[in-house]
């Protein structure tokens, strides 16, 4: 009697859930509930809870498989463990499968358990019922993924009881269980495809006429309520393009129905209105609206007699216009749509499709902001080329081919070098993301067909800019232009031809550590990269990269890049010709950078390290060496009028390093140093006599010993923030005593 009094009030609670403001309350009382069936094992006999156990071993495998909260998700399944241990003649000893980890909700372990009849139409019950309406859209789409693994387990259940359920409810009145509902429509019916498919059927066989015209209503409907609309619509749209994209993967036999114009139009008219999305829907309906096009197309657009040349040119012509669009995300959006056409839309297309996209992809002074824009187009570019393949004779209009792979190849190059910054960082580094990625897939796509088309000066550019990726300072992107080079390098089936020492290279990344090998570890990765300074074809761009990693900000990467670069130099220390090489391309980064504080600024940072801890003093023996004396040039042409305090400091840190080199040198920086000591900024004044005064200690030779103790005198007693006037007459005055010739005040003409 107790039993039956008590056991529903249990089996309600294990499935309570009440949201009260932005939580739920229920987790409290489920978790409760599998306490007292874990009490339940303990205090009754088996054949006392023998009438209650498919009930009670039910509820127990959903909720440790599907409940929203890991403590419920544990105490169930605990719960269930102690039945089958303490009740094992009356619950399945099979059952104990349901010892796992219970860290996600487990959609795909519920195919196991479901294998079980008695467990089958209980949980297909529960997630219809309890779960595709749920508060939390993550468990509402992992439900609808539980759904249509189960489909095969009870296919009749799902055709004849599950989704007429579903269909009212996809166009009803409740947004949770709308979205939930369709979502369950659409994965079902891709289920059944599959099933049918396996079992060689027509899809008709498990999908009747009536199921078919409520699939097509779903979308005629929520237009004709304008349920697309607001902030409700956000879900609708994403919830419709995946119902588009798994009834087009399912063949549902609606070639020349209107409702796939109207699919077309749901999909057009969400990539035109991404802008005025939500934030947070933006990305979701964006790759939903792309993955329903690509099925789209490929379904409907092409019958035996081809494709229709006047709705392609319509389609391809319209979204090359939209990428023109002033709004970032509706160039986003159409970008991926053009990547996800299937090959028959873009034949003799090909030419204007990349020249939309290179626009796109390329930074205008108008447009120098959207980031996204230019990732998605080049990562677009890629998916053409892969969708029309290669033909080295082919035309450029239909093929990737000799006269167009260099536009190709240009595009994606080009974006290697986007390094724009804005508010949120440094937006640039999500298009070198893609620009990598898209290499990568063109250049194995040529390797594998016609590889005659990968010229070596292309092929030395690819591996450059990415071993340049491969030794900045951001530890993701690293991270993934280290794994894009190993993939590179490694790529045997063929190998990528004219890769630069390639030899060298797999001594360095051997092909052993391809998966164990950790570019995300400065520790790691700095230590390796290094030691391609030593090739001449990466020697620039690597140390491009490691000026960011070694004047950057973060400790771990300053330390390992730094330390690793001090490493390679000494290695070469006695090796004239490899040090003048390097000082060569040091002093051509530094050249071709002059003036861009991306650069520069670390690159004075390095040298300043470089410098103390004397990379140079080889060259300590030659009076006027022209390395240091082309170097006090660029750092003083770098300097020169800036109002950029970390620019100045870190100059002058250069300055006083280089004054250990013998020669005119020495007059020289002297010179430039008392012209600082009159800088504008009494900060910089400051930091200027506090520097000559550390380097006249380090450097003591450098001055009269006779003076030398007066000149710290006056670098330490004056108030280098009194007014200008004041502070001229003590620079005047070490000038004097230093016998360094004294800066002239330049007169303005007004």
Same mark, same amino acid.
């Given at each position: 009697?107790?039993?039956?009094?008590?056991?529903?009030?249990?089996?309600?609670?294990?499935?309570?859930?009440?949201?009260?403001?932005?939580?739920?309350?229920?987790?409290?009382?489920?978790?409760?509930?599998?306490?007292?069936?874990?009490?339940?094992?303990?205090?009754?006999?088996?054949?006392?809870?023998?009438?209650?156990?498919?009930?009670?071993?039910?509820?127990?495998?959903?909720?440790?498989?599907?409940?929203?909260?890991?403590?419920?998700?544990?105490?169930?399944?605990?719960?269930?463990?102690?039945?089958?241990?303490?009740?094992?003649?009356? !619950?399945?000893?099979?059952?104990?499968?349901?010892?796992?980890?219970?860290?996600?909700?487990?959609?795909?372990?519920?195919?196991?358990?479901?294998?079980?009849?008695?467990?089958?139409?209980?949980?297909?019950?529960?997630?219809?019922?309890?779960?595709?309406?749920?508060?939390?859209?993550?468990?509402?789409?992992?439900?609808?993924?539980?759904?249509?693994?189960?489909?095969?387990?009870?296919?009749?259940?799902?055709?004849?009881?599950?989704?007429?359920?579903?269909?009212?409810?996809?166009?009803?009145?409740?947004? %949770?269980?709308? %979205?939930?509902?369709?979502?369950?429509?659409?994965?079902?019916?891709?289920?059944?495809?599959?099933?049918?498919?396996?079992?060689?059927?027509?899809?008709?066989?498990?999908?009747?006429?009536?199921?078919?015209?409520?699939?097509?209503?779903?979308?005629?409907?929520?237009?004709?309520?304008?349920?697309?609309?607001?902030?409700?619509?956000?879900?609708?749209?994403?919830?419709?393009?995946?119902?588009?994209?798994?009834?087009?993967?399912?063949?549902?036999? !609606?070639?020349?129905?209107?409702?796939?114009?109207?699919?077309?139009?749901?999909?057009?008219?969400?990539?035109?209105?991404?802008?005025?999305?939500?934030?947070?829907?933006?990305?979701?309906?964006?790759?939903?609206?792309?993955?329903?096009?690509?099925?789209?197309?490929?379904?409907?657009?092409?019958?035996?007699?081809?494709?229709?040349?006047?709705?392609?040119?319509?389609?391809?012509?319209?979204?090359?216009?939209?990428?023109?669009?002033?709004?970032?995300?509706?160039?986003?959006?159409?970008?991926?749509?053009?990547?996800?056409?299937?090959?028959?839309?873009?034949?003799?297309?090909?030419?204007?499709?990349?020249?939309?996209?290179?626009?796109?992809?390329?930074?205008?002074?108008?447009?120098?902001?959207?980031?996204?824009?230019?990732?998605?187009?080049?990562?677009?570019?890629?998916?053409?080329?892969?969708?029309?393949?290669?033909?080295?004779?082919?035309?450029?209009?239909?093929?990737?081919?000799?006269?167009?792979?260099?536009?190709?190849?240009?595009?994606?190059?080009?974006?290697?070098?986007?390094?724009?910054?804005?508010?949120?960082?440094?937006?640039?580094?999500?298009?070198?993301?893609?620009?990598?990625?898209?290499?990568?897939?063109?250049?194995?796509?040529?390797?594998?067909?016609?590889?005659?088309?990968?010229?070596?000066?292309?092929?030395?550019?690819?591996?450059?800019?990415?071993?340049?990726?491969?030794?900045?300072?951001?530890?993701?992107?690293?991270?993934?232009?280290?794994?894009?080079?190993?993939?590179?390098?490694? !790529?045997?089936?063929?190998?990528?031809? %004219?890769?630069?020492?390639?030899?060298?290279?797999?001594?360095?990344?051997?092909?052993?550590?391809?998966?164990?090998?950790?570019?995300?570890?400065?520790?790691?990765?700095?230590?390796?990269?290094?030691?391609?300074?030593?090739?001449?074809?990466?020697?620039?761009?690597?140390?491009?990269?490691?000026?960011?990693?070694?004047?950057?900000?973060?400790?771990?990467?300053?330390?390992?890049?730094?330390?690793?670069?001090?490493?390679?130099?000494?290695?070469?220390?006695?090796?004239?010709?490899?040090?003048?090489?390097?000082?060569?391309?040091?002093?051509?980064?530094?050249?071709?950078?002059?003036?861009?504080?991306?650069?520069?600024?670390?690159?004075?940072?390095?040298?300043?390290?470089?410098?103390?801890?004397?990379? !140079?003093?080889?060259?300590?023996?030659?009076?006027?060496?022209?390395?240091?004396?082309?170097?006090?040039?660029?750092?003083?042409?770098?300097?020169?009028?800036?109002?950029?305090?970390?620019?100045?400091?870190?100059?002058?840190?250069?300055?006083?390093?280089?004054?250990?080199?013998?020669?005119?040198?020495?007059?020289?920086?002297?010179?430039?140093?008392?012209?600082?000591?009159? %800088?504008?900024?009494?900060?910089?004044?400051?930091?200027?006599?506090?520097?000559?005064?550390?380097?006249?200690?380090?450097?003591?030779?450098?001055?009269?010993?006779?003076?030398?103790?007066?000149?710290?005198?006056?670098?330490?007693?004056?108030?280098?923030?009194?007014?200008?006037?004041?502070?001229?007459?003590?620079?005047?005055?070490?000038?004097?005593?230093?016998?360094?010739?004294?800066?002239?005040?330049?007169?303005?003409?007004?």
């Amino acid at each position: 009697w107790i039993g039956f009094q008590i056991v529903p009030v249990i089996l309600k609670g294990l499935s309570y859930d009440e949201k009260r403001g932005a939580c739920s309350v229920g987790s409290n009382v489920r978790d409760a509930a599998c306490y007292v069936c874990w009490a339940f094992a303990r205090a009754y006999e088996p054949l006392e809870l023998r009438p209650f156990v498919n009930q009670i071993s039910s509820a127990l495998v959903i909720a440790a498989i599907f409940d929203r909260d890991i403590n419920c998700r544990r105490a169930a399944s605990a719960a269930f463990q102690e039945n089958v241990g303490r009740q094992s003649q009356t !619950f399945n000893k099979e059952d104990t499968f349901l010892i796992q980890p219970y860290f996600i909700v487990q959609c795909l372990k519920s195919v196991y358990i479901a294998g079980f009849p008695e467990y089958t139409q209980p949980m297909i019950d529960h997630l219809v019922n309890m779960k595709i309406n749920h508060w939390d859209r993550v468990i509402r789409e992992f439900s609808t993924i539980a759904l249509h693994n189960l489909t095969p387990q009870a296919p009749e259940y799902m055709m004849n009881k599950v989704l007429p359920k579903l269909l009212p409810l996809a166009v009803g009145t409740d947004l %949770h269980t709308r %979205h939930g509902a369709i979502l369950a429509s659409a994965e079902i019916t891709h289920s059944l495809s599959q099933l049918a498919k396996q079992n060689k059927r027509p899809i008709t066989f498990y999908v009747d006429e009536k199921t078919l015209e409520g699939l097509k209503q779903i979308h005629v409907e929520l237009c004709r309520r304008q349920l697309y609309r607001g902030l409700g619509g956000e879900l609708m749209r994403s919830a419709v393009c995946t119902l588009i994209e798994k009834l087009s993967l399912s063949k549902m036999p !609606f070639r020349g129905d209107p409702i796939i114009d109207g699919w077309q139009w749901l999909i057009n008219d969400s990539l035109q209105n991404l802008h005025l999305v939500s934030s947070n829907a933006k990305q979701q309906i964006k790759q939903s609206a792309v993955s329903a096009l690509a099925a789209l197309c490929n379904e409907y657009y092409c019958t035996e007699e081809g494709v229709n040349p006047m709705q392609q040119d319509n389609l391809v012509k319209q979204y090359i216009s939209d990428l023109q669009s002033p709004e970032e995300m509706v160039r986003c959006g159409f970008s991926l749509a053009l990547g996800a056409l299937p090959e028959f839309l873009l034949k003799g297309k090909l030419q204007e499709i990349l020249e939309g996209l290179k626009r796109v992809a390329g930074i205008s002074p108008k447009y120098v902001g959207f980031a996204e824009s230019r990732c998605d187009a080049l990562k677009a570019v890629a998916k053409v080329c892969l969708s029309v393949g290669v033909k080295a004779e082919g035309s450029p209009t239909e093929f990737v081919c000799k006269d167009n792979v260099a536009e190709i190849y240009n595009i994606l190059l080009d974006g290697m070098n986007d390094y724009t910054t804005d508010s949120r960082g440094d937006v640039g580094a999500w298009v070198r993301e893609a620009a990598m990625t898209s290499l990568m897939e063109v250049t194995l796509l040529l390797t594998q067909k016609e590889p005659q088309l990968i010229d070596a000066t292309v092929a030395k550019q690819v591996m450059c800019c990415i071993a340049q990726q491969s030794a900045e300072k951001i530890d993701r992107f690293r991270a993934h232009a280290g794994c894009v080079l190993l993939t590179l390098l490694h !790529f045997d089936d063929p190998p990528v031809p %004219h890769v630069p020492h390639r030899e060298d290279l797999e001594r360095i990344f051997p092909r052993s550590e391809l998966v164990t090998f950790n570019w995300n570890a400065p520790s790691q990765a700095f230590p390796r990269i290094t030691q391609l300074l030593g090739f001449p074809e990466y020697r620039y761009h690597v140390l491009m990269g490691l000026t960011v990693s070694v004047g950057g900000l973060t400790e771990s990467t300053v330390r390992y890049s730094s330390q690793s670069l001090f490493d390679y130099l000494k290695t070469i220390q006695s090796d004239v010709e490899a040090m003048n090489s390097f000082c060569e391309t040091l002093l051509q980064v530094f050249e071709n950078n002059l003036l861009n504080d991306r650069v520069s600024v670390p690159l004075l940072k390095m040298l300043d390290q470089m410098l103390a801890n004397g990379c !140079f003093d080889i060259f300590l023996t030659e009076e006027n060496h022209p390395f240091p004396m082309k170097l006090l040039t660029l750092s003083k042409e770098e300097s020169r009028r800036s109002k950029d305090i970390q620019k100045l400091r870190s100059s002058i840190a250069v300055f006083c390093g280089l004054i250990q080199f013998p020669g005119d040198m020495r007059k020289k920086v002297l010179f430039q140093l008392f012209l600082l000591l009159c %800088h504008p900024f009494p900060v910089i004044r400051q930091t200027t006599a506090s520097q000559i005064y550390e380097m006249l200690i380090t450097y003591s030779d450098i001055a009269n010993p006779d003076v030398i103790e007066e000149v710290m005198t006056i670098l330490s007693d004056t108030n280098w923030d009194a007014e200008l006037s004041l502070i001229r007459k003590q620079r005047n005055y070490l000038c004097d005593l230093m016998e360094v010739p004294k800066p002239q005040l330049v007169t303005k003409n007004i």
